[in-house]
C-alpha cells in the first residue's frame, strides 16, 4: 500500500522529492488549499519505502496509506 502526500497540509518542502529512490513524487499544480507548492505521490510507481514519511518536516503531510481523495488537485 502506498503512502499519501496530504496536499493541504503540505508546504512543498521537497524534501521527500530529494529522498524518493523511485522518483514517484510529483509536483502538484497551482497552489494549495494554504497558498503553498505541493507535491503528490503516483501510486501506480510508488514502492512503499516509508522514506518520504520518514524526511518531511511538515507534521502530517504524509499518511503511511493509500488515500487518493487527500491528494486533491494533481493531474
Same mark, same amino acid.
Given at each position: 500500500? =502506498?503512502?499519501?502526500? !496530504?496536499?493541504?497540509?503540505?508546504? #512543498? ?8 529512490? !523511485? =522518483? /514517484?513524487?510529483?509536483? #502538484?499544480? %497551482? *497552489?494549495? *488549499? *494554504?497558498?503553498?507548492?505541493? +507535491? ?6 510508488? @514502492?512503499? /519505502? %516509508? @522514506?518520504?514519511?520518514?524526511? /518531511?518536516?511538515v507534521n %502530517? =503531510? ?5 488515500? =487518493?481523495?487527500?491528494?486533491?488537485? +494533481? *493531474?
Amino acid at each position: 500500500m =502506498a503512502h499519501t502526500i !496530504v496536499t493541504d497540509i503540505c508546504e #512543498g518542502v521537497a524534501d521527500c522529492v530529494d529522498a524518493c529512490p !523511485v =522518483a /514517484c513524487i510529483q509536483p #502538484g499544480q %497551482g *497552489k494549495n *488549499k *494554504k497558498g503553498t507548492d505541493f +507535491y503528490w505521490i503516483n501510486f501506480d510507481t510508488c @514502492i512503499d /519505502c %516509508g @522514506i518520504c514519511l520518514q524526511v /518531511c518536516p511538515v507534521n %502530517g =503531510a504524509i499518511i503511511p496509506e493509500e488515500c =487518493a481523495d487527500l491528494q486533491i488537485g +494533481y *493531474k
